[in-house]
């Protein structure tokens, strides 16, 4: 593996790289689709089955799934795919924990807000959305850690990443190539974590912060 | 001036409408303060509610200023009423300065402005601007998370305040003080309140009028005084109380039945035998030795019996002396605490004002229930 140094961390790029645009791409699709279902409860409880059906297809039943489909653009292998898949696994995570978030808001400070003049986008720009942020991107770390493995098996279909390891490790029956591959894509997952924690921090207004130490 | 006419909200449709308000009509006076009164789920919160349009009339109109509120724009007849709810309606996320911001902020004010009218309103209740300015609402007590609510409802100088059960939150002291310093600031402010509340003697001490409400229906409007003296019919004698006697003392003040010059006056230099005559000429059971013009105690026949020289060497001195402020219930309390049937009234520099006895007490409770036995019986049911 340290002879390899130089292509480790080719592979661990590829693997963040895939990883991180999935979410680019998932963010503002699921979150905005977890808003509005807050605001049209009658398609709430299908938007979220929809999302849990998603995760229940298995990943390489997925590629396989669209292989024929993005074939006609020539495009069934490779990253493409890849990124697809995990855009739409990211989807129940983000969508549940946009939702969830939302409509755990106190309804006095909605009321409060209406009741003072906000119009609907101001509620929530201004109320809603900062005293859920928390929580959304706690989803994000979810959909995060999640792709990652997700990422690793992406790895058959020539995506690249640090899959590759694990992959050829198996067809080679080489068991330390195995291993390292998994063990580095633990690690992965494990800063990516720790990383995203530190976001939700950050992302947390200071007074709600205040709150919650005061509340200890 | 806020006008309810026929105002009827019914939630829901077909089997499941329950009317929560059925054709209710009455008048908020400009500059009163009007407490909306009744149990849970009296429609006291709908009325209140239909007025800022965070529900929807279903028939009937309310206007405000002469102006039908369907006619305005939803967002500038809400920015236009100051809206009161309970602490936990401030915004966690925004400093204390941000809150009360809110509407000036939307309605497009300049910064320097905005955190002008911010410190100004800080100090109108009771808190330092520069150590509560920055400061988040958790950091604040209920008391104070309040006195925030009061400012945020204030803050754009509305005419017209919408206040939902503002007080209900906070320990029992501390909503006796804040309801002193908001009646303050309304002796100054002169705002037209619509005030719910389900705590009768909130709204004794907050209303100039009382509208009771019961199952949807105005039930009476009237003032404090008349709502305990004259209730219109036993579900209002009910929830005012058994001892509405009381209420009714606590609305009053020494000044309303303070006897200014009772004749049963001694001077501390009076000799003893010329006293215990006076007292037994007139038919006094006492006398009130003044001295100086400040009271210096009292003397009945028992005290001065062979004795001679100054009254005001007898004199059992009072335990305490009567505001023209102090309420009839606290006399009332005083006199069964010290086991006193006399109290005098000084006035702040310690001068006799007057006497108020357990008799003048009972004559005025009397007095404001003379007219209820008739009252009682054209009773008309709604």
Redesign the interface.
Same mark, same amino acid.
């Given at each position: 593996m340290l002879d390899n140094s130089a292509q480790v961390f080719f592979l661990s790029w590829e693997h963040i790289w895939i990883v991180g645009l999935s979410l680019l791409i998932a963010t503002p699709i699921g979150v905005p689709l977890g808003i509005l279902i807050t605001r049209h409860e009658q398609f709430a409880s299908r938007v979220l089955g929809g999302a849990n059906i998603l995760m229940t297809v298995p990943s390489i039943a997925l590629f396989g799934l669209m292989l024929p489909i993005l074939s006609v653009f020539d495009m069934g292998l490779g990253k493409v795919p890849a990124v697809i898949a995990l855009v739409l696994y990211s989807q129940l995570p983000i969508i549940r924990n946009t939702y969830t978030a939302i409509r755990n808001v @106190?309804p006095? !400070?909605v009321?409060?807000?209406?009741?003072?003049?906000?119009?609907k986008w101001?509620r929530l720009r201004? $109320?809603e959305i @900062? !005293?859920a942020t928390p929580v959304i991107i706690a989803g994000l770390r979810t959909a995060a850690v999640m792709n990652i493995g997700i990422a690793a098996i992406a790895a058959y279909i020539g995506s690249g990443g640090l899959g590759v390891y694990i992959q050829q490790g198996i067809e080679r029956v080489y068991p330390e190539m195995i291993l390292s591959g998994a063990i580095l894509v633990s690690i992965l997952a494990v800063i990516v974590d720790g990383a995203m924690a530190a976001l939700e921090k950050a992302v947390t @207004?200071?007074?709600?912060k $205040?709150?919650r130490r !005061?509340?200890r | 001036m806020i006008t309810y006419e026929s105002v009827t909200k019914i939630f829901g449709t077909g089997r499941d409408a329950v009317t929560a308000l059925d054709n209710v009509s009455f008048t908020i006076p400009k500059g009163e303060i009007v407490v909306f009164l009744g149990p849970s789920g009296c429609g006291k919160t709908t009325t209140l509610r239909l007025t800022n349009r965070l529900e929807t009339l279903t028939r009937g109109n309310i206007t405000i200023e002469d102006q039908n509120i369907m006619d305005m724009d939803v967002v500038e007849l809400r920015q236009r009423l100051g809206y009161v709810i309970q602490a936990i309606g401030l915004f966690p996320n925004k400093t204390i300065a941000e809150n009360i911001a809110v509407v000036p902020k939307l309605l497009g004010w300049d910064k320097k402005r905005i955190w002008e009218r911010v410190d100004e309103l800080l100090r109108m209740t009771n808190l330092e601007p520069e150590l509560y300015r920055d400061r988040f609402p958790a950091e604040l007590s209920g008391g104070q998370q309040q006195r925030v609510g009061v400012a945020r409802g204030l803050a754009a100088d509305p005419d017209i305040l919408l206040m939902d059960e503002p007080f209900g939150a906070i320990d029992p002291i501390n909503r006796e003080q804040i309801q002193n310093e908001f009646l303050k600031l309304q002796a100054k402010l002169k705002k037209t309140i619509a005030f719910v509340s389900h705590d009768i003697h909130e709204a004794i001490k907050m209303g100039d009028h009382i509208a009771l409400f019961d199952r949807g229906r105005l039930i009476q409007y009237e003032t404090p005084e008349v709502i305990l003296t004259q209730p219109k019919n036993k579900f209002v004698a009910d929830f005012v109380g058994a001892d509405r006697a009381l209420k009714v003392l606590g609305l009053m003040k020494v000044s309303d039945v303070i006897n200014r010059k009772p004749k049963n006056i001694l001077r501390g230099e009076d000799d003893a035998r010329e006293a215990l005559k006076f007292l037994d000429e007139k038919g006094f059971r006492y006398g009130i030795v003044i001295e100086q013009d400040r009271p210096i105690g009292y003397v009945n026949q028992k005290m001065l019996k062979y004795e001679s020289g100054p009254v005001r060497e007898f004199v059992e001195p009072f335990p305490l002396f009567l505001k023209e402020r102090t309420s009839l219930r606290d006399v009332l309390s005083f006199m069964l605490m010290y086991d006193e049937v006399t109290l005098c009234a000084v006035d702040e520099d310690g001068r006799f004002g007057g006497t108020v006895t357990y008799n003048d007490i009972q004559k005025v409770v009397r007095e404001s229930y003379a007219d209820e036995a008739e009252s009682r019986e054209d009773e008309v049911s709604p």
């Open positions: @106190p006095s !400070l009321d409060a807000a209406r009741g003072m003049g906000m119009d101001k201004e $109320v @900062p !005293l @207004p200071e007074g709600i $205040v709150q !005061l509340m | -």
